[in-house]
Nanobody, 127 residues
């Protein structure tokens, strides 16, 4: 049974930093593709960053230069380092993993490409 457990969320002020972690069990982070998504109240879930088995990364435009996705395969853990946080980054952040395939680049930030999801961790950025 696959479980993805996020942690590291919290409340910070504008310009602050947080590092989110996603501990995987029943799933090997060295395979396929993993990603971070976020969902603000009243908004659709959106892809933030993705990383594939080779370490190729992809970011949505709004976080480029501020967020970094990475993984530690020895610890079976996915990370999202978030710097220069803005109030518009406030959302529930979710870890996701694909079911046995690697999407093309253009599909790596689509909700429908991922079959495994964590429960989320809240990030709140105040001005």
């Amino acid at each position: 049974q696959v479980q993805l457990l996020e942690s590291g969320g919290g409340s910070v002020q504008t310009g602050g930093s947080l590092r989110l972690s996603c501990a995987a069990s029943g799933y090997t982070t060295s395979r396929d593709c993993m990603a971070w998504f976020r969902q603000a109240p009243g908004a659709e879930r959106e892809g933030v960053a993705a990383i594939d088995r080779d370490g190729t990364t992809l970011y949505t435009d709004s976080v480029k230069g501020r967020f970094t996705i990475s993984k530690d395969n020895a610890k079976n853990t996915l990370y999202l380092q978030m710097n220069m946080l803005k109030p518009e980054d406030t959302a529930m952040y979710y870890c996701a993993a694909t079911r046995g395939w690697t999407p093309t680049l253009r599909d790596r930030l689509r909700v429908g490409s991922f079959g495994f999801w964590g429960q989320g961790t809240q990030v709140t950025v105040s001005s």
